[in-house]
């Protein structure tokens, strides 16, 4: 079993930063892909930004330029740093950890843009 902690939700201005974390606990053997997933309000859950084990980051349209994923291999911990933040970024942050054979959310982290 693994357990995924997250952190760093809260309520910002727009344009203002907040940065992310999720750290993984427990059971852990070889870990796939760290990504960050958010929803909105009577919207889908839509991926946010991704990191494969290797290197590669892919970021949704609407978020390149301003958020950067990034992991820490030794402590399982993968972070997400928002700038430049919008209104239209208010949603449910939720950390996702891929192991092989195995998929786990954290329970997920509020970030809201409001002035």
């Known amino acids: 079993q693994v357990q995924l902690v997250e952190s760093g939700g809260g309520l910002v201005q727009p344009g203002g930063s907040l940065r992310l974390s999720c750290a993984a606990s427990?059971?852990?053997?070889?870990?796939?892909?760290m990504n960050w997933y958010r929803q909105a309000p009577g919207k889908q859950r839509e991926l946010v930004a991704g990191?494969?084990?290797?290197?590669?980051?892919n970021y949704a349209d609407s978020v390149k330029g301003r958020f950067t994923i990034s992991r820490d291999n030794a402590k399982n911990t993968v972070y997400l740093q928002m700038n430049s933040l919008k209104p239209e970024d208010t949603a449910v942050y939720y950390c996702?950890?891929?192991?092989?054979?195995?998929?786990?959310w954290g329970q997920g982290t509020q970030v809201t843009v409001s002035s």
């Open positions: 996702n950890v891929r192991l092989p054979g195995y998929i786990y």
């Open positions: 427990g059971s852990i053997s070889i870990i796939t892909a």
């Open positions: 990191s494969i084990s290797g290197g590669t980051t």
